[in-house]
């Protein structure tokens, strides 16, 4: 059952890699590498967007239009209650042609009470 159904809003794609998992605690070099990188539709939730009204939690599946104008399936990510006004954020989910390192730049000891 469709609850929403909008067409023809503004959104941006988004490839997000998070670099920084954990607090580094040491001198480590390269960390991780070939990490895979996550794909994200960002769209406000506005009425100038033509959406402009509360968006209850759930699936939200998306789907783009293919050169034969048929709607093809491209993912699904589940959403929280969302207010008018405010910005969604959709997983898409990985990259299958972009992929991360990580690399520790830099590390300063502050304290030794620190470990």
């Not at 040491?26 to 539709?41: D, P, R, T, W």
């Not at 034969?68 to 042609?97: C, L």
Request: aromatic share 12%.
């Amino acid at each position: 059952m469709t609850l929403l159904d909008a067409s023809r809003f503004k959104v941006d794609k988004r490839i997000i890699f998070y670099g920084a998992a954990y607090y580094y605690r040491g001198s480590y070099g390269e960390i991780a590498s070939n990490q895979k990188v996550g794909v994200f539709l960002d769209f406000k939730n506005s009425k100038e967007n033509h959406l402009g009204m509360a968006l209850p939690g759930g699936v939200v599946r998306v789907y783009k239009e293919d050169s034969s104008g048929a709607q093809q399936f491209i993912g699904e990510d589940r959403i929280d209650h969302t207010p008018r006004d405010e910005t969604v954020r959709i997983r898409m989910g990985d990259a299958f042609d972009v992929v991360g390192d990580r690399r520790q730049m830099n590390y300063e000891v502050l304290s030794s009470c620190v470990s």
